[in-house]
C-alpha cells in the first residue's frame, strides 16, 4: 500500500471514533507499517517487548491470557476496522501483559508507540481520538466486567450475539465460551436451547 491508499484506508477508521484534519491524518499515516497475520498466528506475546499501536484493517483478532490451569481465556475480540487496545493499557515498561492472536487471515497497521504519543501531544484533534479509544475501552471492559457479574450465560450469549452477530459462525466456540466465562459444553447447550 502507498501512503495514499494508508490514507484512504486509515481515515474512516479514526474519523469514526474523533475526526482529525488532513494533515494530521497525514501525520499518522506517515507512522504506518502494514503488517499481515495468518490465522492461528499470535502476533503480540505475553511476556515480550510490545511498543506499538495497531488499527486493524481487515479480518479478526482476540486478546488472551493463560489461567491457572493452561487454559486459554479470551479477554476481547478486535472486528475489522478496529482499534486495539492502547499499548499504555495492554503493557508495562513495553513488556506485553496480554497475547493478541489472528482469529483469521489479518491485517494491521502498526504505528510506533513513542511517536504516536508524540503525535498526540503535539496535535489536539490526534490527543482527541487517542483519549476516545482509551474511554471505549475502559467502556467495553466495564460492559463486560458487568455482564460476568450480573448476567447468567444465557444473558450473556445472547448480549454476545447482539454485539458480535456473526462472529459465532466464523471462530472457534472454544474460544467464545472463554470469553462468556462459561465451559464449551455449556455453550453447546446454550446454543441447542436458543434454537428450540
Do not use: W
Request: aromatic fraction near 8%.
Amino acid at each position: 500500500m502507498n501512503l495514499e491508499q494508508i490514507k484512504e484506508r486509515t481515515r474512516p477508521l479514526i474519523n469514526e471514533l474523533s475526526p482529525v484534519s488532513e494533515a494530521s491524518l497525514g501525520l499518522v499515516s506517515d507512522l504506518i507499517v502494514i503488517e499481515v497475520y495468518e490465522k492461528g498466528h499470535v502476533f503480540i506475546d505475553r511476556g515480550k517487548r510490545n511498543n506499538k499501536e495497531y488499527f486493524v484493517y481487515e479480518g479478526i483478532c482476540r486478546s488472551f491470557l493463560l489461567n491457572p490451569e493452561g487454559e486459554e481465556v479470551t479477554l476481547s475480540y478486535f472486528l475489522e476496522s478496529s482499534v486495539l487496545s492502547p499499548n499504555k493499557t495492554r503493557t508495562a515498561n513495553q513488556i506485553s501483559h496480554l497475547n493478541f492472536q489472528a482469529l483469521t487471515k489479518l491485517k494491521v497497521a502498526s504505528l510506533d508507540a513513542d511517536k504516536f504519543e508524540q503525535l498526540m501531544i503535539d496535535h489536539i484533534d490526534i490527543r482527541e481520538f487517542g483519549n476516545m479509544v482509551l474511554q471505549n475501552e475502559l467502556l467495553a471492559k466495564v460492559e463486560k466486567e458487568i455482564g460476568l457479574a450480573s448476567l447468567n450465560a444465557k444473558e450473556r450469549l445472547i448480549l454476545f450475539r447482539e454485539k458480535y452477530h456473526f462472529l459465532e459462525n466464523l471462530i472457534s466456540h472454544v474460544d467464545i465460551a472463554s470469553y462468556l466465562g462459561i465451559t464449551n459444553i455449556s455453550l453447546s447447550r446454550l446454543r441447542k436451547g436458543l434454537k428450540e
